[in-house]
């Protein structure tokens, strides 16, 4: 069997990766993934050391604290058991919340019409065409990159959601890989393109035999 592997996303900047549980199974000995108070901490004055250019003023610190930590608990019930990820490429914006899982595949399902429809690459609800490109992943192989406009049903505000897909298919075993972004700010999902592209680049599918490396490194 095989696992879905994030491992490498997670030495990216400026990404950090939510735990899904507290304390992190694995990492007792860590204090910052024993709660999410103290992950936020941690995260919330690493960022800002290192942010060599700029001193963070009186507050900034316990306020990134107190974003990071509402986004630890409130971002992973968004989409249950994904992986979650914050884009946050300086200490003074708002975290961009990344989502990545495996998802079953139903019977019969093919990969083109399965693809398309994680990526709602032929949604009706949005207020233009979507724009649908190709995308490979060096580990994943060919996959599908849908950006697409949506209206809030309860802001009525203009969203942008982003979705990545890939069939995987190794001998018994299948499975699709789905990482989804949406924010209200159209501005801030393309200004992340490039790093959610080299984010996306990085995920892929590892044996179990690969397991434990991963949870003792």
Request: glycine share 4%.
């Amino acid at each position: 069997m095989s696992w879905l592997n994030v491992k490498h996303a997670m030495d990216l900047s400026p990404w950090i990766r939510i735990p899904l549980m507290w304390p992190e199974p694995g990492l007792e000995d860590v204090e910052e993934a024993q709660a999410p108070e103290a992950w936020a901490r941690y995260f919330a004055e690493a960022l800002w050391e290192g942010c060599e250019s700029e001193t963070p003023q009186p507050g900034e610190v316990d306020l990134l604290t107190n974003i990071l930590l509402m986004y630890a608990l409130r971002a992973p019930a968004a989409f249950p058991d994904f992986e979650v990820f914050l884009h946050l490429p300086h200490p003074r914006e708002i975290p961009l919340p990344a989502y990545v899982d495996l998802v079953e595949i139903e019977e019969g399902e093919g990969r083109a019409t399965a693809l398309r429809e994680l990526t709602h690459a032929d949604a009706s609800y949005t207020v233009e065409p979507p724009i649908v490109e190709d995308f490979v992943s060096p580990h994943l192989g060919a996959g599908l990159r849908v950006l697409r406009y949506y209206q809030d049903e309860d802001s009525n505000e203009v969203h942008v959601g982003l979705r990545y897909a890939w069939r995987y298919e190794k001998g018994t075993e299948s499975a699709d890989v789905l990482i989804i972004l949406a924010d209200p700010d159209a501005s801030r999902i393309l200004r992340a393109l490039d790093d959610v592209d080299e984010f996306a680049c990085t995920i892929r599918i590892s044996p179990d035999e690969e397991a434990d490396a991963w949870k003792s490194s």
